[in-house]
């Protein structure tokens, strides 16, 4: 149990991390006009193919294990 409690944080960190890189490296439809309230709802749909989906994806598994290594950290502290 000490094991996994003193290498929970590193694993946080770098789930943080690659969490961090996946949501920035993703596409974004939405133009700086779609921040002002310009009508932007065409360009926000699209369906996704190849790597972009593997990429959606892959940030929703990483968000969901740094979720619940967060969750494990705080039962066993």
């Known amino acids: 149990m000490e094991v ?4 929970l944080p590193y694993v946080q960190i770098v789930l943080a991390v ?3 890189i996946a949501v920035l490296m993703q596409r974004t439809g939405a133009s700086l006009g779609g921040a002002f309230g310009a009508d932007n709802f065409s360009s926000g749909f699209h369906t996704r193919r190849g790597l972009e989906k593997t990429l959606f994806q892959g940030t929703i598994i990483l968000g969901i294990l740094f979720a ?3 969750f494990i950290n705080l039962i066993i502290s």
């Open 4 to 7: 996994l409690q003193s290498a």
């Open 18 to 20: 690659l969490l961090i």
């Open 68 to 70: 619940l290594t967060a």
